[in-house]
């Protein structure tokens, strides 16, 4: 038992886990921020242009609700809400468009990173290890 939790906690204050963790908390904010932007500022605009309410609530009634004679609701409606689907879709777009955008800015740092004629940013350590390695190969051929 005392193992496992000594294996537990070497897993857990590993770099990568943390990070894992961050990059989660970080996301689920975003998330919420872009669910904003759809939901109140792009889709109302797009719900005034196609008949005045909100686009979220467009939807095509298969079944209407039935309402008893004391107001209670007997059967709920049943419809497809298209609106609703196209807003999130637009919000995975939008959400999909910034991760590809940080992974692009992300990757082309690292390959500056890992070009050895770049001189505007440092070549890690292990990166020029490996070169020289690579130098000292090639003058023994």
Partial sequence: ?????????????RGSVV????GVVIGTAFNKIVTSLVNDVIMP???LL??????????????DAEIGDAGKVLQEEVAISYGQFATTILDFL???L??????????TLRRKAEDEKEESV???K?????????????QKK
């Fill in 126 to 138: 292990d990166i020029q290890l490996l070169a020289e390695i690579r130098d000292l190969l090639k």
């Fill in 94 to 96: 939008i959400i999909t």
């Fill in 45 to 47: 605009p797009f719900g």
């Fill in 1 to 13: 038992m005392k193992n496992l939790y000594k294996e537990f906690k070497e897993f857990a204050v």
């Fill in 50 to 63: 196609w008949g005045g309410k909100g686009f979220s609530q467009y939807k095509l009634v298969l079944r």
């Fill in 19 to 22: 990070d894992l963790a961050i």
């Fill in 122 to 124: 440092p070549t890690p």
């Fill in 98 to 107: 910034s991760i590809f955008l940080v992974l692009r800015f992300i990757n």
